[in-house]
């Protein structure tokens, strides 16, 4: 994937949280959605940016890292609501 898809990929995951909040989506609902689209930005700033794709090893540990966090946050967010 080259930047400039990785750019245009980032692009429409940001317009999709943006779509999520103005969708009229409340509490939990809206909180999952945009935590799925930022653990996919993440992921993509991750590997294509940072250059981890480069090192699978490291990148398996910050995956599995923000797979963590990531799941804490979706709980909480659930609990929440």
Do not use: D, E, H
């Not at 994937?1 to 009229?24: E, H, I, K, Q, R």
């Not at 609902?29 to 689209?37: F, I, N, P």
């Not at 398996?60 to 967010?77: D, E, K, N, Q, Y």
Request: charged letters at 5%; zero cysteines.
């Amino acid at each position: 994937m080259s930047v400039t898809s990785a750019w245009a990929l980032l692009v429409a995951l940001s317009a999709g949280s943006t779509l999520a909040a103005v969708s009229g989506l409340t509490g939990p609902v809206l909180a999952l959605t945009v935590l799925a689209l930022a653990w996919g930005k993440a992921q993509l700033i991750l590997n294509r940016y940072l250059g981890l794709a480069q090192a699978p090893a490291i990148a398996r540990g910050f995956a599995l890292a923000l797979a963590i966090f990531m799941a804490v946050l979706a709980t909480l967010a659930a609990a929440a609501g």
